[in-house]
């Protein structure tokens, strides 16, 4: 039997140029919960979303993602813990620099006349 290993000029990182790490995206066992409850329409757009704004900037401020400040959330995490909008959706994140790993802790549906803290 043949097992992979990487040629050795690559560090244990899948590095796509000097400056650019892709991160590896890890789901907490209650986030498929969130899913299944989801349309599939939903859940592919979400999925989708996680995949292209979490794989290499995760901790970047943009117009669809924020660290929240202050939020004690209901579940483990490594502050700080992070949001990410995708459409009425909210995907709640923190991140291990030292493993370049996201850690998805929930996904949540976000009412207009609710905030963050009214939903988690």
């Known amino acids: 039997m043949h097992l992979y290993s990487p040629p050795k000029f690559l560090d244990k990182y899948f590095c796509i140029c000097n400056y650019l790490y892709m991160y590896k995206i890890r789901f907490a066992k209650d986030v498929v919960k969130d899913l299944n ?30 660290m929240l400040v202050n939020l004690i959330p209901p579940w483990d995490a490594e502050p700080p813990i992070w949001e990410l909008r995708i459409g009425a959706h909210r995907v709640f994140y923190d991140v291990s620099e030292e493993g370049k790993t996201v850690f998805v802790r929930a996904i949540r549906k976000k009412p207009r006349d609710k905030t963050t803290k009214e939903i988690l």
């Open 37 to 66: 409850k989801l349309s599939a329409f939903y859940r592919n757009q979400i999925l989708s979303g996680i995949e292209k704004q979490l794989s290499y900037e995760p901790m970047s401020l943009s117009k669809n993602r924020k």
